[in-house]
T-cell receptor
């Protein structure tokens, strides 16, 4: 079983919808949680970075971490066609290497 | 602008040939990483280096080699021993783990294919 499991998708939503992207993990030592956005043929771009449990908001994006359930989510409000990309979750322990999910491909239709 | 530059963007390898992928960063980061990404899969760590002249194997190091002679540069050689090299290769850097908790920043990748 993988340490990090990400909802595989693909996900297709109409413009303006609220999108929920999710990952679960098994390693209770993970403390730092990241979400990356990756456009086709490009490198991943850091979207959100959180430490431990709680919520963090940045514009239309909200990252949520529930360490008791070992579950993290990324919410995108008022989704736009430009949000169409693959979203990768990543996480790591205090001084360890990052472990990535397999990615969820999102398409936002105009 | 600070960032990570990977070259070339596309690379073709013949059977039995070694090829080297370039990665240069001007972010003054100590740590650098190489990942491989296959279609529909996440990133798998090949090698990483936390300081000049030192590097460690990641999860899939077989068939690959690296060097870290300068802080800014971390080239990856895909050797002929790597039988399935076709993939998207990503280089990343970050402030050294243990000193800082900043996440990794990525280049735009090199797509390697077999001729």
């Amino acid at each position: 079983q993988k340490e990090v499991e990400q909802d595989p998708g693909p996900l297709s939503v109409p413009e303006g919808a609220i999108v929920s992207l999710n990952c679960t993990y098994s390693n209770s030592a993970f403390q730092y949680f990241m979400w990356y956005r990756q456009y086709s043929r490009k490198g991943p771009e850091l979207l959100m970075y959180t430490y431990s449990s709680g919520n963090k908001e940045d514009g239309r994006f909200t990252a949520q971490v529930d360490k008791s359930s070992k579950y993290i989510s990324l919410f995108i409000r008022d989704s736009q066609p430009s949000d169409s990309a693959t979203y990768l979750c990543a996480m790591r322990a205090n001084a360890g290497k990052s472990t990535f999910g397999d990615g969820t491909t999102l398409t936002v239709k105009p | 602008d600070g960032g990570i530059t990977q070259s070339p963007k596309y690379l073709f390898r013949k059977e039995g040939q070694n090829v080297t992928l370039s990665c240069e960063q001007n972010l003054n980061h100590d740590a650098m990483y190489w990942y491989r990404q296959d279609p529909g899969q996440g990133l798998r760590l090949i090698y990483y280096s936390q300081i000049v002249n030192d590097f460690q194997k990641g999860d899939i190091a077989e068939g690959y080699s690296v060097s870290r002679e300068k802080k800014e540069s971390f080239p990856l050689t895909v050797t002929s021993a790597q039988k399935n090299p076709t993939a998207f290769y990503l280089c990343a850097s970050s402030p050294r783990q243990g000193n800082s908790n900043q996440p990794q920043h990525f280049g735009d990748g090199t797509r390697l294919s077999i001729l």
